[in-house]
Every structure is written in structure tokens, then in C-alpha cells.
Antibody
């Protein structure tokens, strides 16, 4: 059974870079057709797609965040990474990683999801 | 402001039927892009509930059903149960934004 687990610092200072890791178990991130997405949810608010990456390194980013987002993969570790630069309090959220099939997440949506990790931006 | 509009809240008594709408535009649902639905129980990650408008993943009860027409989609829940109390989100793709988009979410309260 495929499982995803996010990890990273729970507290980041304003203007610094948020760095998260998504570790995939029970399957390979190199599986063809599958992308690995990042989605966030500010406390008490809705979901926002941040971007997705294919195991080859090809990425799709949400335009409003594109200039601050860097995603990468390490197939040897079966891990996906997210970096979000110049963070502000508005970036405080639970960050999820999730798998999707096809570039636009239209085949079966995002499934499964990791449990999420809360990142607070504060000095 | 989400590209997909959902009612903030809906409610129903146990055993009743409720529907949740997801209204889009010509650049997303109206463009023919499929809609997925997610259930988020309190304190947990979202879970895929309906994919490609009306398909249920294995393990999802047939009390949950989805449909799509024009620029909108709907999620229906029949035989409402207390355990259905959760937030529900729709998701699609927007060609104008070149992005996956989510609805703002609907909180279902079981009275």
C-alpha cells in the first residue's frame, strides 16, 4: 500500500526558505505516469495546489507561487522535495504531498495523500 | 477567491439526502475538465471520494455519488450518517490559470 510522509521544520522565520521532504513507501516514485504534488491548507481555510513534479524532474507550478517554488526528486531515496523561498505569515499552513496520474491531475485526482505537516512562519 | 465555488456549509438530519454544488466556468468545468471530490474528516488529510465526476474508489460507500453538467458538478450523499460530518472539496483543472484548482470547501453538519 502506497504511503506518503511529509517531514521538515515546523517553524520557519519570515523571509527564510521553507524546506520539506515527502518520503514515499510501498511504491516507487519512478513509476511512469505518476506525478507527485504539493498542496497546502492554511489553518481553517481551503486547499491550494502548489505544484507537481515527475520523477524525471519535470515540474508544473501554480503561477502565483512559481517564482518562489523549487521542487526536486531523489529517486534513490524515493523522496520528493519542496522549497518555498521568502516566506511570510501567509505561508503558514499544513503542507501535504499527494500522488496524481497525468500532468493535470485529471485521471484520478490526488490519491493518496500524506498526513500533512504544519509549518508556521513566525519570528 | 476560488475558481470553483462551493456553498460554505450544508446540513441534514441522519438518513436524509444532501447535495453539494461546485460551480466553475468556461475555463475549467465548462471546458470539459473532469471533477474530483475529497472528504476531509476533522484533523485528517483529504481523502479521494469521487474521481472523474462520478466514479467511486474502492471502499467508498455507494451512498456517495457525483455528477457533472455544463459548468457545474454536484456531490450527493444519501442516508446521511454522523460519520459523514466533514469538509468536502471539489477539484478540477483551469486552462486559464494552467493550474489544478480546488473549491473553497463545504462543511457538512449532520444535525
Amino acid at each position: 500500500q502506497l504511503q506518503l510522509q511529509e517531514s521538515g521544520p515546523g517553524l520557519v522565520k519570515p523571509s527564510e526558505t521553507l524546506s520539506l521532504t515527502c518520503t514515499v513507501s510501498g511504491g516507487s516514485i519512478s513509476s511512469s505516469s505518476y506525478y507527485w504534488g504539493w498542496i497546502r491548507q492554511p489553518p481553517g481555510k481551503g486547499l491550494e495546489w502548489i505544484g507537481s513534479i515527475y520523477y524525471s524532474g519535470n515540474t508544473n507550478d501554480n503561477p502565483p507561487l512559481k517564482s518562489r517554488v523549487t521542487m526536486s526528486v531523489d529517486t534513490s531515496k524515493n523522496q520528493v522535495y519542496l522549497k518555498l523561498s521568502s516566506v511570510t505569515a501567509a505561508d503558514t499552513a499544513v503542507y501535504y504531498c499527494a500522488r496524481h496520474e497525468g500532468r493535470r491531475a485529471l485521471v484520478r485526482g490526488f490519491d493518496p495523500w500524506g498526513q500533512g505537516t504544519l509549518v508556521t512562519v513566525s519570528s | 477567491q476560488s475558481e470553483l465555488t462551493q456553498p460554505p456549509s450544508v446540513s441534514g438530519a441522519p438518513g436524509q439526502r444532501v447535495t453539494i454544488s461546485c460551480t466553475g466556468s468556461s475555463s475549467n468545468i465548462g471546458a470539459g475538465y473532469d471533477v474530483h471530490w475529497y472528504q476531509q474528516l476533522p484533523g485528517t488529510a483529504p481523502k479521494l471520494l469521487i474521481y472523474r465526476n462520478s466514479n467511486r474508489p474502492s471502499g467508498v460507500p455507494d451512498r456517495f455519488s457525483g455528477s457533472k453538467s455544463g459548468t457545474s458538478a454536484s456531490l450527493a450523499i444519501t442516508g446521511l450518517q454522523a460519520e459523514d460530518e466533514a469538509d468536502y472539496y471539489c477539484q478540477s483543472y483551469d486552462s486559464g490559470l494552467s493550474a489544478s484548482v480546488f473549491g473553497g470547501g463545504t462543511k457538512l453538519t449532520v444535525l
